[in-house]
T-cell receptor
Framework: GENVEQHPSTLSVQEGDSAVIKCTYS??????FPWYKQELGKRPQLIID???NVGEKKDQRIAVTLNKTAKHFSLHITETQPEDSAVYFC???????WGAGTKLIIKP | DAGVIQSPRHEVTEMGQEVTLRCKPI?????LFWYRQTMMRGLELLIY????????DSGMPEDRFSAKMPNASFSTLKIQPSEPRDSAVYFC???????????FGPGTRLTVT
């Protein structure tokens, strides 16, 4: 069946460094790729998304890149800050299939 | 708009009891999703509705779970009978389309003892 693989499951980076999370999907029909952030004890919230007609999208320190040929998309966070600590989820197949999540830890 | 509203926020019940979780989506949104989140299984899509009609319930774990959406402003997720392994946070989310941002409610933390 369709699936989304998300890596790594846990990522620990030094404050100020960059973090990259990658998702690989299997459904060729997918054309919308969102990233959600979930802080501890809170609800998931969209932080950035990309559609298949573009290869990259940026919003301040956050960027998403998409490679439709290889069927993967990545979340890039630069100049990480303590408030970036959270669990990040990707989704594909029109948000019907979600990655397992990546716990991002920012070390002071 | 107040956002997606869920009730109750916390529910503690005994095994075997019926549990009903409620959700009010954002006005104008025609898609509604129910999710379950646990440490072991992550975020799982249970069922989703479009224009009040259930479209895909393949994520519903078993017949003890049922969901309804009698109108555009209300949905319920029912568990009968409940079991300890149903303990989780249940989220409801709504959106204007499957390829658009989902707005999540605050969640209902269910504990079955």
């Amino acid at each position: 069946g369709e699936n989304v693989e998300q890596h790594p499951s846990t990522l620990s980076v030094q404050e100020g460094d960059s973090a990259v999370i990658k998702c690989t999907y299997s459904d060729s029909a997918s054309n919308y790729f969102p990233w959600y952030k979930q802080e501890l004890g809170k609800r998931p919230q969209l932080i950035i998304d990309i559609r298949s007609n573009v290869g990259e999208k940026k919003d301040q320190r956050i960027a998403v890149t998409l490679n439709k040929t290889a069927k993967h998309f990545s979340l890039h966070i630069t100049e990480t800050q303590p408030e970036d600590s959270a669990v990040y989820f990707c989704a594909a197949n029109y948000q019907l299939i979600w990655g397992a999540g990546t716990k991002l830890i920012i070390k002071p | 708009d107040a956002g997606v509203i869920q009730s109750p926020r916390h529910e503690v019940t005994e095994m075997g009891q019926e549990v009903t979780l409620r959700c009010k989506p954002i006005s104008g949104h025609d898609y509604l999703f129910w999710y379950r989140q646990t440490m072991m299984r992550g975020l799982e899509l249970l069922i989703y509705f479009n224009n009040n009609v259930p479209i895909d319930d393949s994520g519903m774990p078993e017949d003890r779970f049922s969901a309804k959406m009698p109108n555009a402003s209300f949905s319920t997720l029912k568990i009968q009978p409940s079991e300890p392994r149903d303990s989780a946070v249940y989220f409801c989310a709504s959106t204007v389309g499957r390829a658009y941002e989902q707005y999540f409610g605050p969640g209902t933390r269910l504990t079955v003892t």
